[in-house]
């Protein structure tokens, strides 16, 4: 990637996250007020992700599971009739609004509109040096993977996509993506997998998916 069309992506990003923030902010407030009327439990569900380069950051999204969802039922799996789903969460699942809070970490660096989403520490320690490719550029609120199936084909197939993306990024792939996820987000494309669940990336390592958990729990 040359380095002045590197920093063009970041100005894009922190004029158009601006412009995003600025533009839904009642949005923020009423959705906010609506989650803590519904269950108990904080706003934004915070968690642990790795960023280009392979750093950690806190991501954000709108609380739309009871509050330590994680450890109960499917754990980090998730199902279309899931209990753990908050009535206002199947609302925010359905238009994909639990992603938006997102735009804090776009204007923090840690992430750009457009790129891999972001994965759990130990789904990347699992990674092989293929795999790992997919780092070398800031994680995104929306990717090549999201427009092309999304939650309905497997982590290998959308790594592998993601991988294609840095490989390929251009601003050109970058406003592609963008309009085509205006098209995925209207249909409601890709939200739960073919047999209504989101299966985790399960590394084939559990002994070092379960301390690379712990180090990041």
């Given at each position: 990637m040359r380095a002045e069309t590197h920093t063009l992506k970041?100005?894009?990003?922190?004029?158009?996250?601006?412009?995003?923030?600025?533009?839904?902010?009642?949005?923020?407030?009423?959705?906010?007020?609506?989650?803590r009327l519904d269950t108990p439990g904080p706003v934004f569900f915070r968690q642990v992700r790795?960023?280009?380069?392979?750093?950690?950051?806190?991501?954000?999204?709108?609380?739309?599971?009871?509050?330590?969802?994680?450890?109960?039922g499917l754990?980090?799996?998730?199902?279309?009739?899931?209990?753990?789903?908050?009535?206002?969460?199947?609302?925010?699942?359905?238009?994909?609004?639990?992603?938006?809070?997102?735009?804090?970490?776009v204007l923090k660096g840690d992430m750009s509109l457009v790129g891999p989403r972001p994965t759990l520490p130990y789904q990347v320690a699992a990674y092989n040096d293929f795999q790992r490719r997919r780092l070398l550029m800031k994680p995104g609120i929306t990717g090549w993977a999201q427009i092309n199936g999304r939650n309905t084909i497997p982590?290998?197939?959308?790594?592998?996509?993601?991988?294609w993306y840095v490989e390929n990024w251009s601003l050109k792939l970058d406003l592609l993506i963008l309009l085509k996820t205006i098209r995925t987000w209207a249909r409601q494309e890709?939200?739960?997998?073919?047999?209504?669940?989101?299966?985790?990336?399960?590394?084939?390592?559990?002994e070092l998916s379960q301390r690379v958990t712990n180090v990041y729990s």
């Amino acid at each position: 990637m040359r380095a002045e069309t590197h920093t063009l992506k970041i100005i894009i990003d922190q004029i158009l996250g601006w412009l995003i923030f600025l533009a839904f902010s009642p949005l923020f407030g009423l959705l906010a007020v609506l989650i803590r009327l519904d269950t108990p439990g904080p706003v934004f569900f915070r968690q642990v992700r790795i960023g280009q380069g392979g750093r950690p950051f806190v991501a954000y999204k709108f609380r739309s599971m009871v509050d330590k969802a994680v450890t109960m039922g499917l754990g980090l799996n998730v199902a279309v009739d899931d209990s753990r789903i908050t009535r206002v969460g199947h609302f925010l699942r359905q238009t994909s609004l639990d992603e938006l809070p997102q735009i804090f970490n776009v204007l923090k660096g840690d992430m750009s509109l457009v790129g891999p989403r972001p994965t759990l520490p130990y789904q990347v320690a699992a990674y092989n040096d293929f795999q790992r490719r997919r780092l070398l550029m800031k994680p995104g609120i929306t990717g090549w993977a999201q427009i092309n199936g999304r939650n309905t084909i497997p982590w290998e197939k959308r790594i592998q996509l993601d991988v294609w993306y840095v490989e390929n990024w251009s601003l050109k792939l970058d406003l592609l993506i963008l309009l085509k996820t205006i098209r995925t987000w209207a249909r409601q494309e890709g939200l739960y997998g073919p047999s209504g669940v989101n299966y985790d990336f399960r590394p084939l390592n559990t002994e070092l998916s379960q301390r690379v958990t712990n180090v990041y729990s």
